[in-house]
């Protein structure tokens, strides 16, 4: 199993594999770089979201407003975040997280 307790960072479009089970009790947080590319982790087993932050920041980059950015999979998932956190984004616009699909979570682009 790998345990995240501190912090871990996906950011300018780099792929993380994780072999085998996850477990997020820390703060995952997604960056925007200026191309518009954030971090994706796949996690080849189940994930476990046992409360922890996800942090989402933006950048000058300015996402058009119902674009979706898919940055976690997983076999299934149990659990999410305790706490949302949206930073610097363009004017007017927010990120919300999808979690309906049980084997990913992607970033939806909304107007505030």
Do not use: C, H, W
């Not at 790998?2 to 994780?18: A, K, R, Y």
């Not at 997020?24 to 979201?49: D, K, R």
């Not at 674009?67 to 610097?88: I, L, Q, S």
């Amino acid at each position: 199993m790998n345990n995240n307790s501190g912090l871990l960072v996906l950011t300018n479009g780099n792929t993380l594999q994780v072999n085998g089970d996850f477990y997020n009790s820390g703060t995952v947080q997604v960056q925007f770089n200026e191309s518009g590319q954030i971090g994706i982790l796949n996690v080849a087993g189940p994930a476990t979201l046992n409360g922890g932050t996800l942090t989402i920041f933006g950048s000058s980059f300015n996402p058009a407003i119902g674009t979706r950015y898919r940055f976690m999979t997983f076999t299934n998932r149990g659990g999410y975040f305790a706490t949302t956190d949206v930073n610097n984004f363009p004017a007017g616009k927010t990120a919300s997280v999808d979690q309906s699909d049980p084997t990913y979570l992607e970033l939806v682009i909304e107007p505030i």
